[in-house]
Nanobody, 120 residues
Framework: QVQLVESGGGLVQPGGSLRLSCAAS????????MGWYRRAPGKERELVAS???????NYADSVKGRFTISGDNAKNTVYLQMNNLKPEDTAVYYC??????????????WGQGTQVTVSS
């Protein structure tokens, strides 16, 4: 089994910052990539940032220049640094991890979600 545990969400004022973390554990042989998605009320889930191993990071246009995705491969952990937050960033944020398990089967797994609310 693969488990993802997210942390770091909360309430912040516009212009503030938050840092989300997502730690993966379990029978992981190799992580091929990680990413962050979000779902705002009444909207579809959207990609925020992705970080494929050995590839280029990608960001949604709405967060470019404000959010930064990074990772610690040794710890199977991915972070999302969010600066200059705006009310439209309010959403539930989900991390996603994909790769190969110890039994050499491919997998993709989602975190439980963490609420980010940007409001004065």
């Amino acid at each position: 089994q693969v488990q993802l545990v997210e942390s770091g969400g909360g309430l912040v004022q516009p212009g503030g910052s938050l840092r989300l973390s997502c730690a993966a554990s379990g029978n992981i042989f190799r992580v091929d990539g990680m990413g962050w998605y979000r779902r705002a009320p009444g909207k579809e889930r959207e990609l925020v940032a992705s970080r494929p191993n050995g590839g280029s990071t990608n960001y949604a246009d709405s967060v470019k220049g404000r959010f930064t995705i990074s990772g610690d491969n040794a710890k199977n952990t991915v972070y999302l640094q969010m600066n200059n937050l705006k009310p439209e960033d309010t959403a539930v944020y989900y991390c996603n991890l994909y790769g190969v398990k110890s039994d050499y089967k491919w997998f993709t797994h989602w975190g439980q979600g963490t609420q980010v609310t940007v409001s004065s």
